[in-house]
C-alpha cells in the first residue's frame, strides 16, 4: 500500500490507539475525587496526597522525550505494548497499595507506563494514515483525550461511591487488557530507519532536565517559589537541559534534533498551542472550588462542568478534522484560539450570582475553540517531522502541552491565591488566607462569620474573574502567534522521507 493510499486497517488502528490514550488521559483526572478517601485509607498528610498526584504527572512528563525515541528507536508497536503493560501491572500494584509510600511508587510506575504509550499512539497515525486524512485522525484522537480528561472525575466518584479508592486504578486494568488486544491485532510494526542507538547519557540529562522543570512549576504554588524544592528543582532542570543541548549541537545523530525550532511550521503552532494549555491547564481546578464553594454545587455536579467542555472539543474537532482542508491550518488555529478567547470571556464575567448555564457557555465555547484549532496544530507540528522521526516529533508535540498545563497551573495558580489573599479583609490568621477552603472553615468558628464568608466567597470571585482574564489573553496570544509565525493556505502535513521507514506501510517489512 503506498503512502499517499495509507494502510487498509488504518481506521481500525486507530480505535485501537485511542483505547490506549482513553485510559492515559483519564487517570490525569480521575484520582482528584477519589484523594479524600485515600486520605482517611492511609491517615495521609497532605503532603503525601500531593504526592500520590504529582508522581504520575512529573514522572509522564519528564520522560516523554525519551519515551518517543525510544519508539522511534525500537519500535512503536512494542513500545506501545511495553507501555500498556507497565500501567497495567502498575495500576494493579496501586490498588493493592498497603501504605501512602507504596501508592506513591504505584503512580510513578504509572507515569512510566503513560510516557511509553502517549507519544508512540501519535506516531503510528502519522505512518499509517495518509497525508490528507491526517488532520481527522488527529481530529478524532484529540476529541478521545477531551472526553476522557471529563470522563476521570465523573467515574473516580462513581467508583469511590460504590466501591473504594481503589476502583479507580482497578478499572484501568480491563481497559488495558482491551487496548492490547488492539494493538497486538491491529498495529504494525514501525521504526525510523537510521537504526540509531540509544544516548544513554543525553537520555538522562533530559529526563533529569525534564523532571526538575515540572516538579519546581507544580511545587511553586503548592510551597511557594522559596520553598527549597522549587529552587532545587528549577536549577537541577536548568543545568541538565542546557548540558542536553550541548550535547545535542554536537552529535552527529542527536536524540533530538534542535534545528526542527527553525522551522516556523513547527516552532509556531508549537508556541502557540503552549501558550493555549497555560489557560487551559487550570480551568477546571479553578472553577471547581468555585462551583462548590461559592456556588455550593455537590461534587458530582461540579465533576459534570467539565461535560460541556468535552462536548464543545468533540463538535469542534468533527469541524476541525475537515475544515484544514479547505481553509488552510493557519485559518483554523486563529479560529480556534478566538473562539477559546471568546469562552474565557464569558468565564471572566462570572460572579456569585450566576448559574450553571454560565459555566457550561464559557466552558462550551473554549472546548469548541480547541477542537477546532487542535487537529491543525497537532498536523502542523508533525508535519515539520520527518515520518521516520515521528516518535520525537510526537513526544515534543506532547511536551509542549504538558509545559504548558504545569506553567498554567503553577502561574494561574499563584495569581488566583495572590489576588484572592490581597483581596481578604485585614487581621485574619495566616492560615485562613491560604484558600478559600480555609477562609470558610476559618468563619465557622467566628461569630461573624456569615459576613466574612460573604467576604471570602466575593474575593474568591474576583480573583478568579482575573485569572480568566489572562486565559483571554494567553488565547488571543497564541492566536497571534500562529497568524504572524505559520504560512498561509498550505496543507498541514507530514513530508515526504527521504528514505523507506522500517515498517511503513506497504514495505516489505511490514509487520502486521
Known amino acids: 500500500m503506498s503512502e499517499e493510499e495509507g494502510h487498509p486497517r488504518r481506521w481500525a488502528i486507530l480505535v485501537a490507539l485511542c483505547a490506549a490514550l482513553l485510559v492515559i488521559v483519564i487517570d490525569n483526572t480521575v484520582l482528584h475525587v477519589a484523594v479524600p478517601a485515600i486520605g482517611n485509607a492511609f491517615d495521609a498528610s497532605t503532603d503525601q496526597l500531593q504526592a500520590v498526584i504529582d508522581a504520575y504527572v512529573v514522572v509522564f512528563a519528564g520522560l516523554l522525550i525519551t519515551a518517543g525515541v525510544l519508539s522511534d528507536r525500537y519500535g512503536r508497536r512494542r513500545t506501545l505494548v511495553v507501555g500498556l503493560l507497565v500501567f497495567g501491572a502498575a495500576s494493579a500494584l496501586a490498588a493493592a497499595a498497603p501504605s501512602v509510600w507504596w501508592l506513591i511508587a504505584a503512580r510513578a510506575l504509572m507515569g512510566v507506563g503513560a510516557a511509553l504509550v502517549m507519544p508512540a499512539t501519535l506516531a503510528v497515525l502519522v505512518v499509517v494514515f495518509p497525508e490528507r486524512e491526517r488532520p481527522r485522525a488527529f481530529a478524532v484522537w484529540s476529541a478521545v483525550a477531551s472526553v476522557g ?245 510526537s513526544a515534543l508535540n506532547d511536551t509542549h502541552q504538558q509545559l504548558g498545563i504545569a506553567l498554567g497551573v503553577a502561574g494561574l495558580g499563584s495569581l488566583l491565591a495572590t489576588v484572592y489573599r490581597g483581596k481578604l479583609p485585614d487581621g485574619l490568621p495566616e492560615d485562613a488566607m491560604s484558600s478559600l477552603g480555609a477562609t470558610l472553615s476559618h468563619a465557622g468558628d467566628r461569630a461573624d462569620g456569615g459576613a466574612l464568608a460573604d467576604a471570602a466567597r466575593s474575593a474568591f470571585t474576583e480573583a478568579q474573574s482575573l485569572t480568566m482574564s489572562v486565559g483571554v489573553a494567553a488565547a488571543l496570544i497564541g492566536a497571534a502567534v500562529a497568524l504572524l509565525a505559520l504560512p498561509g493556505r498550505t496543507r498541514a502535513v507530514a513530508p515526504e522521507p527521504e528514505s523507506e521507514e522500517v515498517g511503513q506501510p506497504g514495505s516489505r517489512r511490514d509487520a502486521e
Open 149 to 393: 480528561m471529563a470522563a476521570g472525575p465523573l467515574l473516580g466518584g462513581a467508583l469511590v461511591d460504590m466501591w473504594s479508592w481503589a476502583g479507580v486504578f482497578l478499572i484501568n486494568v480491563p481497559v488495558v487488557a482491551v487496548a492490547l488486544f488492539g494493538v497486538v491485532r491491529l498495529v504494525p510494526e514501525t521504526r525510523a530507519a537510521d537504526g540509531r542507538g540509544l544516548d544513554l547519557y543525553g537520555t538522562v540529562l533530559v529526563t533529569a532536565g525534564m523532571t526538575g522543570l515540572v516538579w519546581a512549576l507544580i511545587e511553586a504554588p503548592a510551597y511557594g517559589y522559596t520553598a527549597p524544592a522549587v529552587p532545587t528543582g528549577a536549577a537541577v532542570a536548568v543545568m541538565a537541559l542546557i548540558g542536553f543541548g550541548v550535547r545535542q549541537r554536537r552529535s552527529a545523530t542527536p536524540m533530538v534534533d534542535l534545528r526542527l525550532y527553525r522551522d516556523r511550521r513547527f516552532s509556531g503552532a508549537g508556541f502557540a498551542v503552549a501558550v493555549m494549555t497555560i489557560a487551559t491547564g487550570s480551568t477546571l481546578f479553578v472553577l471547581s472550588q468555585y462551583l462548590q464553594l461559592v456556588l455550593g454545587y455537590s461534587a458530582f455536579e461540579t465533576g459534570l462542568a467539565a461535560v460541556p467542555l468535552a462536548a464543545g472539543v468533540v463538535a469542534g474537532s468533527t469541524v476541525g478534522g475537515r475544515a484544514p482542508a479547505r481553509f488552510g491550518a493557519r485559518a483554523c488555529i486563529v479560529a480556534g484560539f478566538a473562539v477559546t478567547a471568546a469562552g474565557f470571556v464569558v468565564l471572566a464575567s462570572l460572579s456569585e450570582g450566576s448559574g450553571y448555564a454560565t459555566v457550561s457557555i464559557g466552558l462550551g465555547l473554549a472546548g469548541l475553540g480547541s477542537g477546532v484549532a487542535g487537529p491543525s496544530a497537532t498536523s502542523t507540528v508533525l508535519g515539520a517531522v520527518p515520518p521516520e522521526r515521528a516518535g520525537m516529533g
